[in-house]
């Protein structure tokens, strides 16, 4: 299959789990033997240059971190980030002409106009497909106004007819729902999160010298339950119970550095930063318990599974979408997203009350078979697959202006 | 192109030809062109509108769709639906009218998206920047101009298929009565809205003695109201504002001589763009077999081709100079009235406008699909 992936970030730039799905999807159906081509935003970081040739870094990004609230933001950025970026749109169907894919693999759509370039694609009838690892769809209509929605075909539920949905989780859709009133009348594939493991190396001894080693690896943040973390870990400390924390990732550190050192932590939390995945997968041998105390709406967090895989058993917020793929007290110790439960569930790790290396192995079993990554990819060629269908590569010469036209008709609507 | 079927046309306008949309220019124009295309047979029409709320009605047989205007903009050639998604997906052509606002760029937009071919008519409504310097007009299959002036506007933009097409005009509705008394050219009507632009006011200037002039329109414009009547007071000048089709028609039988006096420049020194893509109101009174005196503004010289029943004059003392004129009796022959007349029946009339347009839409769709 000739698959172009299309999304806004692509490593070495990322901000989670969605753009690292995206890249270890895209290199693995291409070491199977699919032609790949990448389309996303330009990287201020230093590129491999072996991906040169397929990951083409030709789109802007309109900066625009969902969730993350930013006053400063001008509307008008927004309005590129989630609706229409007229150089954007061109370079898809740049992309579409000289690449001719079989299928059009959509992924985070937000910061590069995503609304006009699904529009494209509807367009040009070529057989595209979403994974939903976040609520683009709910961003997109919380944030473009209803007349404009209207010019590309997005009001309701019309924009994602002719796509194949992907989604991490059923709680996604859910939300999706939720907040939009966005459903998908032909339904849609739960293609839940998976871990790969070739970089996994055998699990150590559990809590060797008595001491609780728990990890955490997300951006560091209060989304992610970092401030939970701390708090739990002052329980833990004022208990006297012998543990460590090893906080993995970036964000906002110094805030939390500053926390910890005003909470007397600094023998207990470390801030180890950014680590690759293939060191991270090694390092799990040598932890006792993953802390994944994340937003309740976080979509499928990939990390926990990847922990889970190695042997960590993670610790997880019940009500996530990872939390749907994991039993409790068999692969998982499951707890309401408070302080309190998180706590608990870390002294109760400490006291030896759950036996880690069983739920260890179980994690291991799960990942392994149902959510391994080579079963990810099989589902992932299975719906590509079903999807293809002929489309006219042949471009009509002024499809540019039309595109124009709906990119400037949807600023003028906007902005007078 | 389905060829065993009558051919499924949609018309787009923002407004629709009522007193519960508007009462327009543009309107009536739609509404006679949707009438002179069902002349011809082999095609079958809606008209979509935009109003407060969804409706569909039936009127002289023709199916009118008002869709809920979704627009953030106020006015009424901003208006916009995103219901034409779903509504047009089964017509063959769509006719984009006011093709030049933002209802037409928004409406171009997704016709051309639904790829079913188009036709685009500007009636004087805008000036669109993204369908003219951005080019919008080119997404267009093919434009039908109300005159050739209202082309010449478009003509820099858009290269492709064009046909213009003056009128249609009812020629049996806006026909002189058989009780009719002969015509006095001594007395000359206007009929227009009381608007700055439509330089009724120029006429009020050159009215010699022993004419009258009765100036028929509704008030849009009220301090030119005000400088019209006193303007008028020493003139045998009546105003007559509330005329409904009826009494407009009893009052062109009664009359002698139409003027059309619109004007670039109003008598406030502003600027007017387009002014008259189609005196619509001059043809359905030289219809009525009434000679014209026009100003020299937009399309109106384009109408009387023939000084025998039609002059053209630029300004005050030229216009003065006509009506001297009619007064001495030099102006108008005897036959004006049936020579205009038969230049509008033969040229402008309901069969001949509607065989046009229907040979343009024919040539259209072959075009698009070669």
Redesign the interface.
């Known amino acids: 299959m000739r698959i172009l992936f299309l999304t806004n970030l692509y490593p070495p730039v990322i901000l989670g789990g969605y753009e690292i799905a995206c890249a270890q999807t895209a290199e693995a159906l291409k070491k199977r033997g699919h032609e790949v081509r990448v389309l996303t935003s330009w990287s201020h970081l230093p590129t491999p240059i072996e991906a040169a040739d397929w990951v083409h870094r030709r789109l802007d990004l309109h900066w625009h971190i969902p969730h993350m609230p930013n006053l400063t933001y001008e509307v008008r950025e927004l309005h590129s980030a989630v609706c229409s970026s007229y150089s954007n749109t061109l370079h898809l169907l740049n992309a579409l002409t000289e690449f001719k894919p079989d299928i059009v693999s959509l992924w985070n759509m937000t910061g590069i106009g995503g609304l006009a370039m699904m529009?494209l694609l509807n367009?040009l009838d070529v057989p595209w497909a979403i994974y939903l690892g976040d609520r683009v769809p709910v961003d997109i209509a919380a944030n473009v106004?209803?007349?404009v929605?209207?010019?590309f075909?997005a009001?309701g539920s019309?924009l994602y007819e002719k796509a194949r949905i992907q989604s991490v989780s059923q709680n996604l859709l859910d939300e999706i729902e939720d907040h939009s009133g966005i459903t998908f009348a032909h339904g849609a594939d739960i293609v839940a999160g998976w871990a790969d493991l070739s970089y996994a190396v055998p699990h150590g001894p559990y809590m060797p010298d008595g001491k609780a080693r728990f990890v955490a690896a997300s951006s560091i943040s209060a989304h992610k339950g970092t401030d939970l973390i701390i708090e739990a870990s002052v329980r833990l400390k004022d208990a006297g119970i012998h543990f460590s924390v090893d906080l993995l990732g970036e964000g906002d550190v110094p805030r939390y550095i500053d926390m910890v050192k005003r909470l007397h932590l600094q023998e207990h939390v470390r801030f180890i930063g950014q680590r690759s995945y293939p060191d991270l997968l090694r390092s799990y041998a040598d932890y006792d318990a993953f802390l994944c105390p994340t937003w309740e709406r976080d979509p499928f967090p990939f990390a926990p599974l990847g922990a889970a895989g190695c042997g960590t058993p993670p610790i997880i917020t019940g009500n996530c979408g990872t939390s749907e793929r994991l039993i409790d007290n068999v692969h998982c110790i499951k707890i309401d997203r408070t302080v309190d439960d998180l706590a608990r569930a870390m002294m109760e790790v400490a006291a030896g009350q759950h036996d880690l290396a069983k739920m260890g192995r179980a994690g291991r079993r799960l990942v392994t078979s149902d959510l391994s990554f080579d079963r990810h990819l099989d589902r992932m060629e299975t719906a590509f697959g079903e999807h293809m269908r002929p489309w006219n590569v042949s471009i009509d010469p002024?499809l540019p202006?039309?595109l124009?036209?709906?990119h400037?008709?949807s600023v003028?609507?906007r902005f007078? | 192109m389905k060829t065993d079927k009558p051919l499924r046309v949609a018309h787009l306008n923002p407004a629709y030809f009522s007193p519960d949309s508007y009462v327009g220019g543009g309107e009536r124009y739609v509404d006679y062109l949707m009438q002179s295309l069902q002349t011809v047979g082999g095609f079958e029409q809606v008209l979509f509108s935009m109003g407060k709320e969804d409706q569909f009605f039936l009127r002289d047989g023709i199916p009118i769709r008002v869709l809920r205007n979704?627009?953030?903009?106020p006015g009424m050639t901003n208006a916009?639906?995103?219901a034409l998604?779903r509504e047009l997906t089964d017509f063959d052509l769509v006719h984009v009218h006011q093709c030049l606002t933002?209802f037409g760029?928004?409406s171009?937009?997704?016709v051309?998206?639904l790829k079913i071919p188009m036709i685009g008519t500007d009636l004087g409504g805008g000036e669109d920047p993204?369908?003219l310097r951005?080019?919008?007009v080119?997404?267009l299959d093919g434009v039908v101009s109300i005159s050739q002036y209202a082309h010449n506007l478009l003509g820099s933009f858009f290269k492709g298929p064009h046909e213009i097409l003056i009128g249609p005009i009812d020629t049996e509705r806006f026909r002189a009565g058989a009780a009719r008394p002969p015509r006095d050219p001594r007395k000359l009507i206007c009929v227009s809205r009381i608007l700055p632009h439509k330089g009724i006011d120029r006429v009020i200037a050159a009215l010699p003695e022993g004419l009258s002039l009765t100036i028929v329109g509704r008030v849009y414009h009220q301090q030119y109201y005000e400088l019209l009547l006193g303007m008028a007071a020493d003139k045998d000048i009546r105003f007559v504002l509330d005329a409904d089709d009826s009494a407009l028609l009893a009052l062109y039988d009664a009359h002698g001589i139409f003027v059309q006096a619109s004007t670039a420049r109003d008598i406030y020194g502003n600027d007017v763009a387009k002014p008259e893509l189609m005196g619509l109101t001059t043809l359905e009174a030289m219809s009525f077999g009434l000679p014209v005196v026009v100003s020299d503004a937009g399309s109106l010289p384009e109408l009387v081709p023939d000084p025998r029943f039609g002059r053209v004059f630029s300004d005050v003392p030229t216009l003065a100079a006509i009506l001297r004129e009619v007064v001495a009796g030099s102006w108008p022959g005897p036959n004006a009235g049936d020579l205009a007349r038969a230049h509008v029946v033969q040229h402008h009339g309901m069969e001949t406008i509607g065989h046009r347009l229907a040979d343009f839409y024919r040539r259209t769709l072959a075009g698009k699909n070669q």
């Open positions: 529009d367009y106004p209803e007349d929605r209207g010019l075909n009001q019309r002024t202006l039309l124009f036209l709906k400037n008709l003028r609507l007078g | 979704e627009s953030s903009h916009v639906s995103a998604w933002l760029a928004y171009t937009a997704i051309r998206s993204q369908m951005g080019r919008g080119g997404l």
